[in-house]
């Protein structure tokens, strides 16, 4: 999220593309309201009529997957009207010209073919967006779980540059979170591909990190079966069961050092959330040893036909654990303990330690952290540490005592520009990455300039060279944040350009103990040293609206795996399958021709949420309260969708997939999908396929409320790029049952 929901309250207009924040985001659905009532106008695309389109002065009812061909459509319009940001579009955005090109051929007409969405409407929607200046680009889910949810949530970000609402206050892209510390989870390396603070796969960063950790890279080395495995991406939890089935049985083909996975520790997720369910219990049934750390009984232990090795650990929860969490606008909380943890439950860090003890690397494990020997304070020291070594995002000031100071008046901010006052004077709540040194005050708004760096501004980053084929990728003269010794554009600071970018001399001193580059500095001098120039450490550059390095350079439609056009497919056909993406073949194309699916399955399988359960389910249907407002798992059907199937409102059908899988819900009549979509809510588990499997439960624990998992039915289909299941968008066929 590069600005935060209190600063909605400076938005003219809201964007709303594939969220439900009505239901999702209740709370800071508050933001939104509030914005409204000020003036804002409200838009909402989604191929559902929900609570939120409720709320919302427009709404567009999209096909689901044709994100892209909408985004297109705008940015022609706004093109074709000169309502584009010229100005912004020349001193900070590197190629827009391939933007416009393509977006040449997305005229409102071929628009409203592809999406559905009238073009009137598109027409409409654009002026109102473009005219009500600044507006903020908000998305979620519904961006994202496709096969093309990068380039969905890359060209987002294009409208936002294209209109010059990028770096504003009111503007930016308020991108909604998940769990209350996905951010952190992320930024602390919770991602296979990379290392904590997004540090890739490679030499230099694991040498850093062996700094950090004060530990020998050779010694990290050693813990590997070779090097390249070492700089290898590893599964995700999309596809861990791949790495168990090992490709057999049609399975995809893995790539793992020779060998299949034959454990698997879960903890703190619900992994029965994640798409093809049937294969997850195959996978399930195929380990070795499952381990669970969890509150609840994780109903990854209920689904599978497993009958020994299977170990549930009383996990505590995060009332009983105290630490800083990180919310959806980079700011970080201190969280305070509530209570011990009850019962025999132990929290999830003793479990880690326990864990490192047993495998032998206890020692290395906690070297940073206190006097290096085993002597350290939790989590205080574990938060020291992250700051240390986390320069990418800028966690250096990122420390304990700030963040309590913070969390302990919270009445000391100002609520929509998050900036404190009294004690608080001179820093934003709760420190939004970056931030930069120890003293710096964190970074509201991303890419702001219209104020100094050691306020919170900063310019694009510098990640990608100087020029890309004769033309400059740095920001142009006159575009850099208020107050910087260079006004324009600049290169990342490394030790060999920090004296002739920023024209200072360093003392011998500092030049000893300097690291290389911004990124693995862990003397702080270069970030110190920008700061005081009023310069960022990363640099200056333009925003790429062309990405040379993915696979579409810009983005492009198109269609879902699973498309309702047929006739389309061939028009805007998937990505080229992927051999070794995350350690398992991944197939797009073949998967996509194989045949034209909308005979077969001519409804769309739309999947999301609903707002008394949470993720997997679990911890909410362990609730009566809860349990009560959704007791059963049921299918929300168009009333004319259903007439043709002769279904009456409460009865139960069979919702099948094109994997052959199904699943028996119970059908609600309602207007908000149309007469071609039904919707799933995918909170249940217990019973798959028919099979009812809660006799697996431990004694006393079923929960309230049990059912069929929506994602038993969710179709094949992942990113190209991050591997996220393509949930929002698939077929299914139903019938009563
Ligand atoms: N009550 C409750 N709140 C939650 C959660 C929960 O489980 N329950 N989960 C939390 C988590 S982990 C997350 S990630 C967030 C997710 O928050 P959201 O993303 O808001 O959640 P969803 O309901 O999955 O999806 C949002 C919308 O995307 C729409 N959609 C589906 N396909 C498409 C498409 O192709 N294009 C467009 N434009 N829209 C589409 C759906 O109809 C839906 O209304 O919510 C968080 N908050
Ligand atoms: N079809 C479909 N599928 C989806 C989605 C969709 O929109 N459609 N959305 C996807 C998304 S965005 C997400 S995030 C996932 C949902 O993500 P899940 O990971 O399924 O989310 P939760 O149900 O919150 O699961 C978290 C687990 O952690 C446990 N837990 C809670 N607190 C603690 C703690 O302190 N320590 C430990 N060890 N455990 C704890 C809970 O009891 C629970 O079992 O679902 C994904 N699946
Ligand atoms: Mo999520």
Known sequence: MTNSLNDMIFSKSIFIMGANPAVNHPVGFSHFLKARENGAKMIVVDPRFTHTAAKADYFAQIRPGTDIAFMYGMLNIIFENGWEDKDFIRDRVYDMDSIKEEAKKWTPEVVEDVTGVKAEKLKEITEVYAKNSPGTFVWAMGLTQHTVGTSNT?????????????????????ILRGHDNVQGASDMGCLSENLPGYYGLNETSWRHFANVWKV??????????SKDMMHKSGFTLSRWWAGVLDGKDGNDKIHNANTNIKAFI??????????QQAKVQEGLDNLELLVITDPFVNEAAVITNKQDNIFILPAATQFETSGTVVATNRSSQWRFKVSEPLFESKTDEYFLFEL???LGF?????RAMGDGKGNFVWPEDATIEIARGIKTIGYTGILPERLKKHTLNWDKFDHKTLKGFGECEGEYYGLPWPCWTQEHCGTPNLYDISKPVADGGTGFRNNFGLERDGVNLLAEDGSAPVDSYVNGGYPQITKANIESVLGITLTEEEKSVIGNSWTTDISGIIAKKCIEKGMVP??????RARAWNFVDQIPLHREPLHSRRGDLVHKYPSFEDKVDHFRVDTKFKSVQLEKDY??????????????NLNGAGMENRASVYLSRLSPEMFCDINPNLAKKYDINNGDMIWVHSPEGTKIKVKARFTHSVNEVSVFLPFHFTGIMQGVDMTGN???GTRPYAVGESANTVANYGYDIFTQIPETKGGLCRIEKA
């Open 154 to 174: 890359r060209l987002g970000p294009i409208v936002q540059l294209a209109l010059g609402y990028a770096g504003k206050a009111g503007g930016g892209c308020n």
């Open 216 to 225: 020998d890279y050779d010694w990290l080395v050693s813990r590997f079966v």
């Open 266 to 275: 879960v903890m703190g997720n619900g992994v029965t959330s994640t798409a």
């Open 356 to 358: 490192a003890k047993r």
């Open 362 to 366: 206890y020692d290395e494990y906690v």
């Open 538 to 543: 990363y640099g200056n550059a333009k925003a």
């Open 598 to 611: 909308s005979k077969e399955f001519p409804i769309n399988l739309i999947t999301g949420r609903l707002v």
């Open 697 to 699: 439960y431990p004694k």
